[in-house]
């Protein structure tokens, strides 16, 4: 590849982001956000939005052998679901952090996935040919609109997961005097034309403070909340959540 060289871990993930544009080492997620992530989702609690997604994005697959690009995938839980439940599909997991790629590495060799790949790289510079993918999933992660329809086939599929309005709003309500819902996200993607939402809603009981706090650690609720109003966790026990999620689907035009 124009007598590129790349960097692949021990672990089987490649890192495509070695040169001064963009150090790896200082892009996205860091080992503690990644460890608080981690903690929380092998609770299972996020494990029905993975499946949802995933039979979604089963209607959508066509080809034998698809392509699918998990893009944004973190530390590589949705991306190990996602591959698990589609056994025919190819999953590329992308992101810029080093060390989340390395633990969705891991991820992928526990599982013991053939059909699941990691590789350190940019949402906004993917790392395929030009419509080489039948599909990119984007779960609460930024979105891209000329890349994504760069890498799509001509009817290609975007998914995108994020947040519903009622999404952890029991959170909000324990820790905020005023809580608030969230807003519909506004992407700008020219170059789809978008489908019907489906909106997946469900309650979950987190039955301890490591539960509740591992959650609280992973959202951005963490960096923007007060010390007096955090310390309204530390004193809560149990407490019945919204888990909730808005899953859109585009279609290149």
Known sequence: MNRHSFDVHRKGYVNLMTTRKLNPRRAGDNGDMVRARTQFLDYGHYLPLAEKTADVMKGLISAEHPTVIDSGCGEGYYTVNYARLIPEAQFFGI???????????SRVNEAGLKNAHIAVASSFELP???????????????????????????????????????????????????????KPNEYGLESFTEGEELVHEYKVTLASRDEILSLYKMTPYYYKTSVPDAAKLIETESLDVTCGFSIRVFTKK
């Open 128 to 182: 395929f040919a030009d419509e080489s993918a039948e599909l990119v999933v984007c779960t609460f992660a930024p979105v891209s609109d000329r890349e994504y329809a760069r890498v799509l086939k001509r009817g290609g599929h975007l998914v995108v997961v994020s947040p519903s309005a009622e999404h952890l709003f029991e959170l909000k309500e324990l820790i905020y005097e005023v809580p608030y819902k969230n």
């Open 95 to 105: 992101d810029i952090s080093k060390a989340a790629c390395s633990h969705a590495m």
